[in-house]
């Protein structure tokens, strides 16, 4: 994990590992870093309730989120994140914000070593530095930390003067913003996002994101029926 003093932009050595955890753990407990990041996040979702979110159900993504999964163990074979700096910054940027979005982002560093990150297909309007500058992680879902297939939760993080290839979704997505950055979508064009907005990803439409001079962090998460495709 990253390490409480990330103030200093320093990582420590983990103090236990996962499957440390793992074994004290039960199918009806959650490892406490994913249970506080989720906690964080359903708080923040149900006081934006008031803003629609198109085809997005509030109250079925909280209440899917409350049900625990399955820990799965990854015996050493996670890809580790390339972007450990910007990570730290991008919790150090967030630190003076609500407590929701500081449990969001800390639970990301504590994760980070046990996710298993990737990298997604570059596309049209990407920044030249794409494919080095981001990375992705499912906490919750299918190959995710926690295995189930009604929903997916992950994580994404971008260098700075990165932009996000134009690209659509399978699903509705919703995405919350845990630094500031800008948003583009086919109707509303570039929009303003600042830490703790929820930005919605519509099925189908084209949708993209860039950051200016600082890491961008932001958590996701999607409902599934049938579709099991990676961001």
């Given at each position: 994990?990253?390490?409480?003093?990330?103030?200093?932009?320093?990582?420590?050595p983990?103090?236990?590992?996962?499957?440390?955890?793992l074994r004290?753990?039960?199918?009806?407990?959650?490892?406490?870093?994913?249970?506080?990041?989720?906690?964080?996040?359903?708080?923040?979702?149900?006081?934006?309730?008031?803003?629609a979110?198109?085809?997005?159900?509030?109250s079925?993504?909280v209440?899917?989120?409350?049900?625990?999964?399955?820990?799965?163990?990854?015996g050493?074979?996670?890809?580790a994140?390339?972007?450990?700096?910007?990570?730290?910054?991008?919790?150090?940027?967030?630190?003076?914000n609500?407590?929701?979005?500081?449990?969001?982002?800390?639970?990301?560093?504590?994760?980070?070593?046990?996710?298993?990150?990737?990298?997604?297909?570059?596309?049209p309007?990407?920044?030249?530095?794409?494919?080095r500058?981001?990375?992705h992680?499912?906490?919750?879902?299918?190959?995710?930390?926690?295995?189930?297939?009604?929903?997916?939760?992950?994580?994404?993080?971008?260098?700075?003067?990165?932009?996000?290839p134009?690209?659509?979704?399978?699903?509705?997505q919703?995405?919350?913003?845990?630094?500031d950055?800008?948003?583009?979508?086919?109707s509303?064009?570039?929009?303003?996002?600042?830490?703790?907005?929820?930005?919605?990803?519509?099925e189908?439409?084209?949708?993209?994101?860039?950051?200016?001079?600082?890491?961008?962090?932001s958590?996701?998460?999607?409902?599934?029926g049938?579709?099991?495709?990676r961001?």
């Open positions: 994990m990253l390490a409480q003093d990330t103030l200093t932009g320093a990582l420590s983990r103090p236990a590992t996962l499957s440390d955890d004290r753990s039960t199918l009806l407990t959650r490892l406490t870093p994913l249970q506080q990041m989720i906690d964080g996040f359903c708080s923040i979702l149900q006081a934006n309730n008031t803003t979110i198109v085809n997005v159900s509030i079925e993504v209440d899917k989120l409350g049900a625990i999964g399955k820990l799965r163990s990854r050493g074979q996670a890809n994140l390339p972007l450990r700096d910007e990570l730290v910054l991008a919790v150090q940027t967030i630190e003076p609500s407590k929701n979005e500081v449990a969001v982002a800390r639970g990301v560093g504590h994760l980070a070593d046990d996710l298993d990150w990737y990298c997604g297909e570059s596309g309007f990407a920044s030249v530095n794409f494919d500058g981001h990375a992680a499912v906490v919750l879902g299918p190959e995710g930390l926690e295995e189930r297939f009604d929903l997916r939760m992950g994580v994404t993080l971008m260098a700075a003067y990165t932009r996000f134009d690209h659509s979704v399978s699903a509705p919703v995405v919350l913003a845990l630094s950055a800008e948003f583009w979508s086919e509303d064009g570039w929009q303003r996002a600042q830490i703790g907005s929820f930005i919605v990803q519509p189908g439409p084209r949708f993209a994101m860039r950051c200016g001079s600082r890491p961008f962090l958590l996701w998460c999607q409902l599934l049938s579709c099991n495709d961001t």
